[in-house]
């Protein structure tokens, strides 16, 4: 079974500093894999979108990579924000979506 | 604008008593599932439906029921929930699962059972 797991559990920086958020997974055999962003009590918004024959894809301050082979991507967030504090979670499709327990971040001001 | 509509997003109910949450999507989309997400366990999976009458069992289907008529819907039933379902519930879709498309959550609704 897929186990997808997210390091670190909590993240907080100041404001301005370039952060990565990491991911990994035990089952390479994946369709794609996503990155959600969650905020408090709200549902999952869709960040990015890695194809499994992509290596790495980017919106705005984000970027994000996939290593398949070494079941493995990264979240790359550059200047960080405060409106960037959130709980970051990523998800990898193979027979259904697995997900990880995310990683929890706070930018200070 | 696309969407996905779960409702209620709160309801506190009682030990037993039916209830079931709606999921709609306007994006045409083949694919639904619903999940349950708890403190220090994540998201995880509770039924997934590929196409309309077609559905099946995720991780943690155990009290749920679900069905899908038409494609927009996606209901999720519980015949006699119990406290250990209480949780903050998620519907998503997209348009496949083997495909390379991004999925869209509903906003959640927050169950208690007591």
């Known amino acids: 079974k897929q186990e997808v797991t997210q390091i670190p559990a909590a993240l907080s920086v100041p404001e301005g500093e370039n952060l990565v958020l990491n991911c990994s997974f035990t089952?390479?055999?994946?369709?794609?894999l996503q990155w959600f962003r969650q905020d408090p009590g709200k549902g999952l918004t869709s960040l990015l979108l890695?194809?499994?024959?992509?290596r790495e894809q980017t919106s705005g301050r984000l970027n994000a990579s996939l290593d398949k082979s070494s079941g493995r991507s990264t979240l790359y967030i550059a200047a960080s924000q405060p409106g960037d504090s959130a709980t970051y979670l990523c998800a990898v499709v193979g027979n259904q979506f697995y997900f990880g327990t995310g990683t929890s971040l706070t930018v200070i001001p | 604008e696309a969407q996905v509509t779960q409702n209620p997003r709160y309801l506190i109910t009682v030990t037993g008593k039916k209830l079931t949450v709606t999921c709609s999507q306007n994006?045409?989309?083949?694919?639904m599932s619903w999940y349950r997400q708890d403190p220090g366990l994540g998201l995880r999976q509770i039924y997934y439906?590929?196409?309309?009458?077609?559905?099946d069992k995720g991780d943690v289907p155990e009290g749920y029921k679900v069905s899908r008529k038409e494609k927009r819907n996606f209901p999720l039933i519980l015949e006699s929930p119990s406290p250990n379902q209480t949780s903050l519930y998620f519907c998503?879709?997209?348009?496949?699962?083997?495909?390379?498309?991004?999925?869209?959550f509903g906003q959640g609704t927050r169950l208690t059972v007591v």
């Open positions: 998503a879709s997209s348009s496949g699962q083997r495909t390379n498309t991004e999925a869209f």
């Open positions: 089952d390479s055999a994946i369709y794609n």
């Open positions: 994006m045409n989309h083949e694919y």
């Open positions: 890695i194809q499994s024959s992509q």
């Open positions: 439906s590929m196409n309309v009458e077609v559905t």
